[in-house]
């Protein structure tokens, strides 16, 4: 009867703890369900194919080189973290740190500079997640001679024989990286999982607008609320809108008024101001933008 | 402890009148005890451990070797008017009684005295002048009944004006190309009696089986069966053939101790015109020659191995003489590049906490206070180079876990009896130190517990090297268990040698 | 053929030593990575004593968090110089130190030719000393 071999699958799990960084992404990611959902089918082939490997069942390690597609601002910098720590807890890379890059730091500007380069920081990311964002930068077809494939030829080889060593994740728009992955079957070959992240709806932005203001020590009175919506729902529409990360440079600017706004009353307003006064972001603050000028200005600020 | 041992009534006297009335004064109301003085940062400060005479209050003994050991005399002087004479007055400022002595105790009454001492009582870059007040007269004084110099805490800008080790343990390992790992050496065998060419022998096969350095002993100088131009000369064959047989540097401590410091520059000058990396002084020809040596070897590009021949004398009894500490710390400013300073686990003195105490003083830019290994004060080295301590006597392969994880990397272990007693030769001697050395170094690196795992460590490189396993043999077993005279006051619990 | 007891230079940390493998080699520079020390690949085919300036194999490896890309760079160098000799080199860059801390063999030529000592016969018994790499008899390339 102990002919079947068994394995404690509930133990690799509770061992790794990896759970602890699922609660984490659920936590700190507005919406994504999409993403939270791929996020933990990959924590799970991990720990079956780390149970399937105990039991001899894998040969050799899985490649699990990843590919993060959605606009600017959707989480991705974000999710590549939390992925290197539920890879690095269930024992896939041995450091878990994540070396974050784009074409600059690994393509030359003349000839014998590139291949250093990108070995340099292949060197780097070693025990780690090499986060390669815009990846489509790295191939000009435009450009015969661009030493972006010089890099690509690099980055395949070290993807193919060190997968024990390191995970490349590359980033970027969908479209963008569709043709990337058409005139390069290698790199698409060579990319195990694929994740997309949608756009943030309204709501959600203005729940990630109240979590950084929290972050950030502030907090909007009742009017600045209903105007960030507001703004959310007309910033949406104009171009470059770069979800979070629009958000952010828009609490960054309100910030800025709030402090103009301070420092204007003194003078004029006798008494001190309070910690209250410090951390509170007006109306006034936000609906100073620009985005409010008219209904279909095409410039934010 | 009653109070009245450690304290006496007398307060120093202000009115120039009483003060300086012809007659005998205390010590005390001289004004050398100050409790509320806060010490200078230019302030040289020494502490002392002192047992008074009968009858004799701690703190009057503080101030008596304050007094002592600065600008007093027995009687009231009225030349002292005519000097600056608050400034040059020594300044004893602390008095604790010391943990575990006085009743009830198998120790008499014993007090850790703190003597404050202004930079200018010194000459600049004079171990000599220093050690002339600090210790010159004050050790026969009949008020105390014995005395101990445990520590001192050297003031940045005195250090500032000593050379400090000529070679220092960073250019000596580049000048010797040898990184990350003990060196090694042995003392040739036997110390007296070897003719030239018999004792160059000792050391081409002892260097040539792995050892990094041989070594002269301390009375090994020139005597009838062996003169010292014979021996440079054949002990430099050897160095230069073991160099080449090996690819590696090699060096034999040539001694140039001798009679009078002429003779012994001439001795170093030999050394030098023969390609010698390094020579060997001790420490028994005083520190002004030792400074003196010091000097001509930084301008020699010459490593300078100190012997403390003779420091037992008045390092080891707790109660007298001072601390070996303070022979290190003198010693790094005098400029030697090595010092024995002890293994812990052979067959001389040495409790683990307080060797560490030694080690750290030599090697480290900056030592924080640390009670338990005797450390009693901060000390900022102020960039003097670092001392390569030295570990011999009684000391074999079977111990290398033991003296990796004591003494770390930056030290010498010299296996004199455990190379040239191998049952195999010398260099199966040499050969089996060096293995020993590498795998141990090797599996501490990779992160395994060699306190536990070394015999293990030890055993598996034999299965594949005879000479260690031989050695393993023989000696696997010997160990020198006495307990040390000289351990911390502080200790938070008993050491014992392993 | 060199008489020493292991019959090879044995210049660094470990050279009476069996070869050390390439995990050994892995754990030796991640000892030196968790100290923070930098990382460089030297070879040469002139193993003197004094011969301090070995050839560097790129820059000193900074900045790396795990052994395996310091790893890749021997194997590259070994690839390239199979008959030379190859040191790793740590350094440490803390004050009172900033000099190597590591210094270990991990290649060498199949048959190591050694050294000869020449004596120079002076006044009286002395005698000036020269170890002469036979190696550097052959030029620049054709060493080994």
Known sequence: MDDVKTVDLQAIVRESNVTAVLEQVDRELVGLAPVKRRIREIAAYLAVTRARKQLGLEASPPSLHMCFTGNPGTGKTTVALRMAEILHRLGYVRKGHVVSVTRDDLVGQYIGHTAPKTKEVLKKAMGGVLFID????????????????????????????????????????????DTFFSSNPGMSSRIAQHIDFPDYTQPELVSIAGKMVHQMNYRFDAEAEVAMGDYI???????????????????????????????????????????????????????????????????ST | MSNDAMTSDDKQITDGKKRYASGVLKYKQMGYWQPDYVPKDTDLIALFRITPQEGVPADECAAAVAGESSTATWTV???????????????????????????????????FAYIAYDLDLFEPGSI?????????????????????????????????????????????????????????????????????????????????????????????????????????????????????????????????????????????????????????????????AIQTMAVWARKNDMILHLHRAGNSTYSRQKNHGMNFRVICKWMRMAGVDHIHAGTVVGKLEGDPLMIKGFYDTLRETHTPQSLETG???????ASLNKVMPVASGGIHAGQMHQLLTYLGDD??????????????????????????????????????????????????????????????????????????TDTADYAPTATASV | MMTNSNQRVTQGQFSFLPDLTDTQITAQLEYALKKGWAIGIEYTDDPHPRNTYWEMFGNPLFDLRDPAGILMEINSCRKTF???????????????????????????????????????????????????????DKPEGERY
């Open chain 2, 128 to 288: 000599a002048n220093m050690t002339a007040s600090i210790i010159g007269n004050v050790f026969g004084f009949k008020a105390v009944k014995a005395l101990r110099l445990e520590d001192m805490r050297i003031p940045v800008a005195y250090l500032k004006t000593f050379q400090g080790p000529a070679t220092g343990i960073v250019v000596e390992r580049e000048r010797l190309d040898k990184f990350g790992r003990p060196l090694l050496g042995a003392t040739t065998k036997p110390k007296l009696g070897l003719s030239g060419r018999n004792y160059g022998r000792v050391v081409y096969e002892a260097l040539k089986g792995g050892l990094d350095f041989v070594k002269d002993d301390e009375n090994i100088n020139s005597q009838p069966f062996m003169h010292w131009r014979d021996r440079f000369l054949y002990c430099m064959e050897a160095v230069n053939r073991a160099s080449a047989a090996t690819g590696e540097v090699k060096g034999h401590y040539l001694n140039v101790t001798a009679g009078t410091m002429d003779e012994m520059i001439a001795r170093a000058e030999f050394a030098k015109s023969l390609g010698s990396i390094i020579i060997m002084i001790d420490l028994v020809i005083g520190y002004t």
């Open chain 2, 375 to 381: 450390l009693f004060f901060e000390q900022d080295w």
């Open chain 3, 82 to 136: 199979p008959s030379h000799y190859i040191r790793v080199t740590a350094f440490d860059a803390t004050r009172g130190v900033e000099s190597p801390t590591m210094s270990y063999i991990v290649n060498r030529p199949a048959k190591e030719p050694g050294f000869g000592l020449v004596r120079q016969e002076v006044d009286n018994r002395s005698i000036r000393y020269t170890v002469h790499s036979y190696a550097t």
């Open chain 2, 411 to 484: 030290v010498v272990l010299q296996f004199g009896g455990g190379t040239i007693g191998h049952p195999q030769g010398i260099q199966a001697g040499a050969t089996a130190n060096r293995v020993a050395l590498e795998a141990m170094v090797l599996a501490r690196n990779e992160g395994r517990d060699i306190w536990n795992e070394g015999p293990q460590i030890l055993r598996d490189a034999a299965k594949w090297c005879t000479p260690l396993k031989q050695a393993l043999d023989v000696w696997g077993d010997v160990t020198f268990n006495y307990e040390s």
């Open chain 1, 233 to 299: 729902g007309r910033r949406l529409q104009q171009p470059n809108f770069a979800n979070a990360r629009s958000v952010r440079n828009a609490l960054d600017r309100a910030r800025l008024r709030q402090a103009n706004r301070l420092f204007a009353g003194i003078g004029t307003d006798t008494r001190n101001v309070t910690a209250e006064d410090l951390s509170t972001l007006a109306a006034s603050d936000i609906l100073a933008s620009r985005v409010f000028d008219t209904p279909d200005s095409a410039t």
């Open chain 1, 134 to 177: 815009e990846a489509y930068y790295l191939y000009r077809p435009e450009n015969e001679r661009d030493y972006g494939q010089e890099s690509i030829e690099i980055l395949l080889q070290v993807m193919e024989n060190n997968r024990d060593d390191l995970v490349v994740i590359l980033a970027g728009y969908k479209n963008r990286m």
């Open chain 2, 77 to 111: 002087v009225w030349t002292d008017r005519l000097t600056a004479c608050e400034l040059y007055r020594a300044k004893a400022y602390r008095v604790d009684p010391v943990p575990n002595t006085g009743p009830g105790t198998k120790t008499e009454q014993q007090y």
